[in-house]
Every structure is written in C-alpha cells, then in structure tokens.
C-alpha cells in the first residue's frame, strides 16, 4: 500500500503544487490520480520515487517511510513508466527490457531469457529483440515500456500518462491488455492520467485533483460517476456521466430469442422468419454476419429476389455486439448501434445467444439502479 499523508510540495519559485495531500492506493490495485493540466499528478507520483522531495508530510510505502531508504535502493522495487516510453535509443528492445536486471548483476543470458518472456507477456513477439526503438511502432515502443518496468518484478508500478502519445485504437488496445495483465500480476499501482474515460475504464479507484494540488474526491469509478462531490468533479467527470455510470451496471437484461438464416440460404427462408423486414444472418458457427433487408439492398437498390441465395454483399453491417454478463452500456449500444434496433447477444465464444432492444434495456435500467448490487467492473 502507498500511503500519502499530509503532502504538500510547493516548487522553490513558490508554485504550489500539491497541497495537504492524503491519500492511499490499496496493495493489489490500480488507483488512478487525474486532473487537469498542471494539478500537480506528476509530483504526486515522482514523490512516491524520490525524483521530487516533498516539502512536508510523508509517504509511506507498506508502512515504510519512503525516505528512510537510499534513493537507489527504493527505486529497485518501484517500475516506472512514462509517455513515449523513454527507451534508450541505442539498445535494442531486448537490452531496454533487461536494463535493471543486468544493473542490478543478473547474468546477461538470464536477463536476455526473462526480458523475452516479459516481452511476450506484454504482447511483443521475441522476434522483435534486436530491434532497435525507433523500429517500432508508438504503440510497440509503449509495450516495451510496460516490460521493462515490469523486468525487476516490483511491487509497486509508478505510470505517468503511459499511454498518451498513441492513438485511441491502440490505446483501448494497450487499456485492455494491461487490464489483463495486472489481473495475472496484482501490482500496486499509482497511474498517473489527464483523461478521466481512462481512470474510469483502469482504476479500482480514482482520485480527482484539481489545479493547485487539491485533493477533490476519491472514489470508485461508479461512485464518481454516480455522486461526484463538487461541481468541479461534475464537471470534470463529463457530461455523458450518467450514461457512461450504465458502464458499471451488469445487464441482467432478458435476452429474445432472434430467429436466424445461415449465409447461402434461399432468401425465401429469410421471408419466414423475419421481423420487420430485418433478419440476422449467421455462419455454420452460429457466429453474427450482418443484417439482411428483404427490400431494401445495402447499396440502395430493391431487395433480394426470394429465389437468391443469401450472400455478404446483401448484408449490411451489423452493431456491436453485446457479450451475454456484459454491461447495460453495451447492451444499449449494441440495440442503438444496431441497422435492425435489435441488439446481437453472444457467448464468449462470438457465438449468437439472442437479441435485446434499447426500450428492454432502459425498463431494466429502473430495477438494477435501484439495486446496488447489481453495480460490477466493467
Ligand atoms: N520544477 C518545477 N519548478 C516550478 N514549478 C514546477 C516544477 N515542476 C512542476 N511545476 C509546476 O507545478 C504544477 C504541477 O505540475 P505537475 O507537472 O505535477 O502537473 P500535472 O498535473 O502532472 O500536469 P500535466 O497534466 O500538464 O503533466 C504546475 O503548475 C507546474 O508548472
């Protein structure tokens, strides 16, 4: 656990920029720090590892003053990470990843092994060892990052914005995977981020602060979403807040049976089953194709002829699908995202289970809100 008490760093110019921080980050957990510009989330992190010294309070680390250790020793069981990833440019990806362990007299085969193997648990195939950074994509430079944090094996992660500098694809990718990760791993990490969809989708908790390194509110992510404690974390938090609060409400949701034809079927079977016009067309898997139209074809024209076979050119695209024990934030995106309004349901396999409309998810939403335990982690 990183405990915060009391901290406060005003900067020799006299800006202060944390004020009377309290805080802590449970062992085991990710515990978000967001703000806007200039809140002061950098210094909190860099106080964690001594690269800033606080001017008052202390920090704690499992009861451990942090600065009752040399600098030295105290970052060998912190990893760090940062935007851009801050690779040497002249060593290879191998070489970046086995930086501490080689500095810390692991022998050079040894750390070559473990730092492939850290490579492919972050997602970077051995292939790319000798690879120097600049071969590699913002997104890859970003996983190497990751690894070579994790080469020491800490308990503890300090991230600060780790993954700013890549687009929002690989970034909801990078999200996704480091989720995955610290289920295996359970790190106690302080992530350090300006972007509150980010502290929402990774904390186990988050901590708001606003300019002048006030402490605004921590919460869980639902409860910030739900009850957030000023106007100014309202605000902060966003507009859409009670939208993306369905996020963390377990879709519960009866799912309707959704009658289905298989891709080279007569369109004449399509006419049997469908509902309004529409009708989900499936592969030998029972996997979601797309939605056929029986009179409108994708491109405009007029629809298929009974006597056609059912084929992916006459299919338009389908929403997104909505995993079955997901949320009723997918659930209601997969209904709106969807040509025919009735949302595809899967298994985990991708498999079709059924279909749930917007108007079924929004007569749920009453009974699970007024139900907290119906409240999960996305
Ligand atoms: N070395 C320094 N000397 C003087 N002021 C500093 C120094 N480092 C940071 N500051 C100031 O302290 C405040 C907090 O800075 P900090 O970098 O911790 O904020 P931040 O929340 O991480 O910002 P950002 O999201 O923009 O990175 C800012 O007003 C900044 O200008």
Redesign the pocket.
């Known amino acids: 656990m990183i405990r915060f008490d009391a901290v406060s760093?005003a900067?020799?110019?006299g800006?202060?920029?944390?004020d009377e921080l309290s805080l802590t980050a449970p062992s085991g957990q990710i515990t978000v720090?967001v703000?806007?510009?200039?809140?002061?989330?950098?210094?909190?992190?860099?106080m964690v590892n001594r690269m800033?010294e606080p001017t008052s309070g202390t920090i704690t680390i499992d009861d451990r003053d942090v600065t009752s250790v040399s600098a030295t020793d105290l970052r060998r069981g912190i990893g760090y990470v940062i935007q851009h990833a801050g690779l040497f440019p002249h060593r290879t990806v191998v070489d970046n990843v086995a930086t501490v362990p080689l500095l810390t007299g692991t022998g050079r085969r040894q750390a070559r092994r473990r730092a492939i193997e850290l490579m492919e648990l972050v997602g970077l195939p051995a292939s790319f060892a000798d690879r120097y950074p600049a071969q590699l994509s913002g997104g890859q430079q970003q996983r190497v990052g990751v690894a070579r944090a994790l080469a020491a094996d800490p308990p503890v992660m300090l991230m600060?914005?780790p993954f700013s500098a890549v687009d929002p694809v690989v970034r909801d990718q990078l999200q996704q995977e480091f989720l995955r990760l610290q289920g295996e791993l359970g790190k106690t990490i302080l992530f350090?981020t300006?972007d509150i969809d980010e502290a929402i989708t990774l904390g186990d908790r988050v901590a708001v602060?606003a300019?002048g390194?006030r402490l605004a509110q921590v919460a869980a992510p639902a409860d910030l979403l739900a009850t957030p404690a000023d106007p100014f974390v309202a605000e902060f938090v966003g507009r859409d807040r009670g939208y993306r609060a369905l996020g963390f409400i377990s879709a519960e949701v009866a799912v309707a049976t959704e009658p289905t034809v298989a891709l080279g079927a007569p369109v004449a079977r399509a006419h049997d089953v469908a509902v309004d016009d529409w009708v989900l067309v499936v592969d030998d898997g029972q996997l979601p194709q797309g939605w056929l139209h029986l009179r409108a074809h994708p491109d405009g024209g007029p629809g298929p002829a009974p006597g056609d076979p059912v084929t992916p050119d006459l299919l338009n695209l389908g929403g997104t699908l909505s995993a079955l024990g997901g949320t009723l934030r997918e659930a209601l995106d997969a209904a709106l995202s969807s040509p025919s309004g009735r949302g595809v349901v899967v298994d985990e396999d991708g498999r079709l289970i059924g279909s749930v409309r917007a108007g079924t998810v929004l007569e749920h939403l009453h009974a699970a809100t007024a139900d907290p335990s119906a409240q999960v982690r996305p």
């Open positions: 760093k900067y020799p110019d800006t202060v920029a944390v720090l703000g806007p510009s200039g809140c002061g989330k950098t210094t909190s992190l860099r800033v600060d914005e350090v300006h602060l300019v390194g």
